[in-house]
């Protein structure tokens, strides 16, 4: 079975500075990896996703995400924090089984943007 | 907007009730997955349905049902409300397997 950790519940930047939210995820299978955002009363939106290819992983809104296989680990960065950033991010792993691709999310971070 | 719709967007009901919550998959996607976000539990997968039929089963309660329709549309069940139900249902949809999933707004549930 796969799983994800998200190290830590909070994370507050100052506008402008670097964000980086962590997440390493354990799988016996190649993985496919994901980060959604989640706003205040929205649904989640997805933000990247690695499956196979480039290991470094570009998406909306200025964010990346690097997979690294032998560190388990597919942390999610943006050079500078903006104040519209500010939401809740989840990672998250899949692997396809049959027809099935269930995602299995870590416990999110919530992301704070300071003026 | 990704497509996916869910109805109600909220509902307040009281312990012991059954609800039915909708899901209408993006046009074109066979798979609906359903997922339950609780404060305690975090982002948890339910039920899976393709093309009408039950494909995969996760953390769902034997109080829960879910089934999809002719026109893919998708429909949780959840009877003998707990307070504990209380939570966001969200349904996501899919074109194949490896393509990406695509969230619904949720339905906010409220079990007093």
């Known amino acids: 079975a796969q799983s994800v950790t998200q190290l830590g519940s909070h994370v507050s930047v100052s506008e402008g500075a670097l964000v980086l939210l962590r997440c390493n995820y354990s799988?016996?299978?190649?993985?496919?990896l994901f980060w959604y955002v989640q706003y205040p009363n929205q649904g989640l939106q997805l933000l990247l996703k690695?499956?196979?290819?480039?290991?470094l992983v570009k998406g909306i809104n200025g964010f990346e995400a690097e997979f690294k296989k032998s560190e388990t680990s597919f942390h999610l960065t943006k050079p500078s924090a903006h104040m519209s950033d500010a939401a809740e991010y989840f990672c998250?792993?899949?692997?396809?089984?049959?027809?099935?691709?269930?995602?299995?999310f870590g416990k999110g971070i919530t992301l704070s943007v300071r003026p | 907007d990704s497509g996916v719709t869910q109805t109600p967007k909220h509902l307040i009901t009281a312990t012991g009730q059954r609800v039915t919550l909708r899901c209408s998959p993006r046009s074109g996607d066979l798979s609906v997955y359903w997922y339950q976000q609780s404060l305690d539990q975090g982002l948890q997968f339910l039920i899976q349905y393709y093309n009408g039929e039950e494909r995969a089963k996760g953390n769902i309660l034997e109080r829960f049902s879910a089934q999809q329709f002719p026109d893919l549309h998708s429909e949780l069940n959840l009877s003998s409300l707990e307070l504990g139900d209380s939570a966001l249902y969200f349904c996501a949809s899919q074109r194949a397997v490896e393509e990406t999933q695509y969230f619904g707004p949720g339905t906010r549930l409220l079990v007093l």
């Open positions: 690695y499956t196979t290819g480039a290991t």
């Open positions: 998250a792993v899949s692997v396809i089984t049959g027809a099935n691709s269930k995602l299995t």
């Open positions: 799988s016996s299978v190649p993985p496919y």
